[in-house]
């Protein structure tokens, strides 16, 4: 398992404690505050009450204590801090040559060996278009994935499509009564959608057209071939326009097992409930109590009139996938909409003898959208193609003011990774419980917290690499490329990107990751205003520096390609 510099430099520096105080404490290892001129800081005030001394005075001993010695160069005390000076050419050199030996793979983890994780993300709905919360789910949910690939686990994701359930009858019997036969060929889910719509006004009118729409249902469900060929084409049609958004995102799934998969496997689920007593018959229709977890609304496994639910489809799924795949975690990424919804999955999985797999809702908060042109295309919905083609439109209009001696092949290509990488990169950079604003300038800005300032960054980076012939970094890394307070900013950083990746995978939360990057790109461009890199005074020091470029630039590659956003190599 790698042990990363920086890792091991808060490991040392603890150790360091634990000899100066002759016993194991456990504290934790900080980041001092800008003015103090120290790398690491130990806070020691919880070792006060015990100790009956003051934090200062536990600092000043520990300061006293700690020898100069090749990890620490200096360690003072300020206040109720131990602060710690790094080793400058000792750190910078094992962060560098960490660096070149892992590459693309420097910030992974053996973490997860041996242990599976089922991702369940994106899940739209049949006949209705894909909703900008299932972009969120779409987004946050491979990041999720490419996240924990870097740390070792076996990935399983899983589109969880609502293609099943008692709204199937409603637009059955809408598509007999009032089809519009060509708008249904030229925009399928636009017209179903118009059918679900309609189905809903006039059932208002007239309750008895839901005695209809369960009729409809019931053919379904008992496999009538007029209900299922229907039904079979608007998952069809559905799965070809939800392709089209994966395909302009460049997500994938290793299964799209839809609710209908397990509509099957319901009946065992119910009948094990029955036969472990933990469901009881309410009002002729079939519950679980959830009162013992805290939970005062119970699981509905089957209604009055036979039918199953997104409930008992969702234990069905688990169960399978449990029995399928062995996973350590299951991971649902849905907005926190469903949080009950999940609160009560999980403790019924409990409750069914499911306990011993980690579950965790993975919830996001909602998106506002800019009213206007977008919103109106095509009726009252958001279209999400709409709005990443409209992403793309408005990249390619940026690259084509930045760079216009681009060829237009390439020129297309970059607008497609800028637009679509603003969108991700809007998502993920803000913490997923947020609700959040989509702000088009924001998202596209070159200066801002945006993808494309992040892939300006690289390409930077890439730009002086290649302007040095691709020669290759130095090694051993030169002490005085690390001199500086920008250089020495820049190194420190990269040295934290392990820590991010751990964290945001930990905590599920991808934007630990989007806001490392930031800073990086914010250190990076300091550094390269300031600090000359080509024209350094000689070789040894230009091809060093060079490293560091080069090094920034594989962090950020490495960092986005985490996020699912590419990087160009100019734009
Ligand atoms: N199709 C559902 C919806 O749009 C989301 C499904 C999430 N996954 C799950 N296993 N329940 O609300």
Request: proline share 5%; net charge negative.
């Amino acid at each position: 398992m790698t042990e990363y510099a920086f890792a091991r430099a808060k490991r040392e520096a603890l150790e360091a404690v634990r000899r100066a105080l002759g016993e194991p404490v456990d504290l934790p290892v900080v980041l001092p505050p800008a003015e103090v001129n120290a790398d690491l800081a130990i806070p020691c005030f919880p070792l006060a009450a015990q100790r009956r001394k003051s934090p200062p005075e536990i600092a000043g001993d520990l300061a006293r204590a700690i020898q100069p010695g090749p990890t620490f160069a200096a360690a003072e005390a300020t206040g109720g801090y131990l602060n710690l000076t790094l080793a400058r050419p000792a750190f910078a050199s094992s962060v560098m040559s960490e660096l070149i030996r892992l590459g693309d793979r420097y910030g992974s983890n053996a973490e997860g060996a041996g242990r599976t994780v089922v991702i369940d993300f994106s899940a739209p709905n049949v006949a209705k278009p894909m909703s900008v919360g299932h972009l969120r789910s779409t987004i946050i949910g491979a990041a999720l994935y490419k996240l924990h690939g870097f740390s070792g686990y076996r990935l399983v994701g899983d589109n969880h499509l609502g293609d099943w359930g008692t709204q199937f009858g409603a637009l059955l019997h809408a598509y007999s009564m009032w089809l519009d036969g060509d708008a249904y060929e030229q925009d399928p889910i636009a017209e179903l959608l118009r059918l679900y719509v309609k189905f809903e006004e006039e059932a208002g009118k007239d309750p008895s057209l839901r005695d209809r729409a369960r009729e409809w249902s019931l053919r379904l469900e008992r496999g009538d071939p007029d209900a299922r060929r229907l039904w079979e084409e608007f998952v069809r049609h559905s799965m070809a326009e939800f392709q089209r958004t994966y395909d302009l995102l460049e997500v994938s799934f290793d299964h799209t097992l839809g609710e209908s998969f397990y509509e099957d496997k319901t009946r065992e689920v119910i009948e094990q409930a029955v036969a472990r007593g933990i469901a009881v018959e309410d009002e002729g229709a079939l519950i679980i109590r959830l009162d013992n977890a805290g939970i005062t609304t119970p699981v509905l496994l089957r209604r009055r009139d036979g039918a199953t639910l997104y409930h008992t489809r969702d234990l069905a799924t688990a169960i399978y996938r449990i029995r399928t795949f062995r996973p350590a975690r299951i991971l649902y990424v849905v907005g926190s909409d469903q949080r009950l919804h999940f609160r009560q999955l999980f403790a019924a999985l409990r409750e069914l003898g499911f306990g011993d797999v980690e579950y965790v809702h993975v919830d996001f908060g909602l998106v506002r959208l800019p009213e206007g042109r977008m919103s109106t295309r095509r009726g009252r919905v958001v279209f999400l193609q709409d709005v990443l083609e409209e992403a793309i439109e408005r990249a390619r209009a940026l690259v084509d003011e930045k760079n216009p001696e681009l060829p237009d092949s390439e020129r297309e290509s970059v607008a497609r990774i800028v637009g679509v990488g603003a969108i991700k990169y809007a998502d993920l950079s803000q913490s997923r419980i947020k609700n959040i604003v989509f702000d088009w300038n924001r998202m596209l800005s070159l200066e801002g917290d945006s993808a494309p300032y992040l892939q300006y960054t690289y390409v930077r980076a890439r730009g002086i690499i290649r302007k040095a012939g691709d020669a290759p970094p130095a090694e051993p890394f030169d002490a005085r490329a690390a001199a500086s307070a920008q250089e020495w900013a820049l190194i420190k950083h990269l040295s934290r990107f392990p820590e991010a990746v751990h964290d945001a995978t930990h905590t599920y939360f991808p934007h630990v990751v989007a806001n490392y990057l930031f800073q990086l790109a914010q250190l990076f461009h300091t550094f390269y205003h300031e600090i000359p890199v080509l024209q350094a005074e000689d070789e040894d020091l230009r091809r060093s520096r060079q490293h560091l470029v080069g090094g920034a630039a594989t962090v950020m590659r490495t960092g986005l390609d985490l996020l699912g956003i590419r990087v160009p190599e100019r734009m």
